[in-house]
């Protein structure tokens, strides 16, 4: 814990005081402008790849980027949304996936989740996912993963449409809905393009 404490008080000596005045503007609320949802993979980080600061992201994470249709699950996830959409009435939601998913991989090879009964009760909200893999014909299971990752994206995107608070948002046309896939290995982050039906570099 020694590396964590020291975090702590470098952080408390050194970057909040230059962050103070932020932190004192903030204090009279919050006004996010984009609903992150990414992975709980600990080689994401929102504000690094966004390089924003804090009060700019509204963060959601799980282990896939998941959110279950609306009344499948009430879970954080869909408190989360409504709180953001509803409450803090964030004009942009991120679907921030990525390659070398952990939970992407599980979906696809099932190699250590029957000892994880709940992780494994969790992907079953990825099942379309799997189901949706048999259209492609893809020889390594790297490639597998891959499709995953990005079928995962689109998949969760449609379900976070079932919630009234996103749905109602929508019919509004004052909330947009992106797909983002990052690969932590290149930094390159991909934005999915619905007129060509496929994911082109953001930048
Ligand atoms: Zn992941």
Redesign the pocket.
């Known amino acids: 814990m020694d590396k964590f404490v020291a975090g702590v008080e470098k952080y408390q000596q050194l970057i909040f005081p230059r962050q103070k005045g932020l932190f004192q503007r903030l204090r009279a609320g919050q006004n996010p402008r984009v609903f992150f949802i990414t992975?709980?993979?600990s080689r994401?980080d929102p504000s690094l790849i966004t390089q924003t600061e804090p009060g700019e992201l509204f963060v959601l994470r799980n282990?896939?980027?998941i959110i279950p249709p609306f009344g499948t699950a009430h879970g954080s996830e869909a408190a989360t949304v409504e709180y953001a959409v509803a409450g803090l009435k964030v004009p942009h939601i991120i679907v921030c996936g990525?390659y070398h998913?952990?939970?992407?991989t599980e979906l696809v090879q099932r190699e250590h989740v029957d000892d994880l009964p709940i992780t494994s009760a969790w992907l079953g909200f990825a099942q379309p996912v799997r189901n949706a893999l048999g259209e492609y014909r893809l020889d390594s299971n790297d490639d597998l993963v891959s499709k995953a990752c990005e079928l995962n994206v689109l998949i969760q995107m449609q379900n976070l449409r079932t919630h009234p608070s996103v749905a109602d948002r929508l019919a509004q046309n004052d909330i947009s809905i992106h797909g983002w896939i990052y690969d932590f290995l290149t930094a390159d982050v991909q934005v999915y393009h619905s007129g060509q039906h496929c994911f082109i570099s953001l930048t």
């Open positions: 992975c709980s993979d994401i282990p896939g980027n990525h998913c952990g939970a992407m």
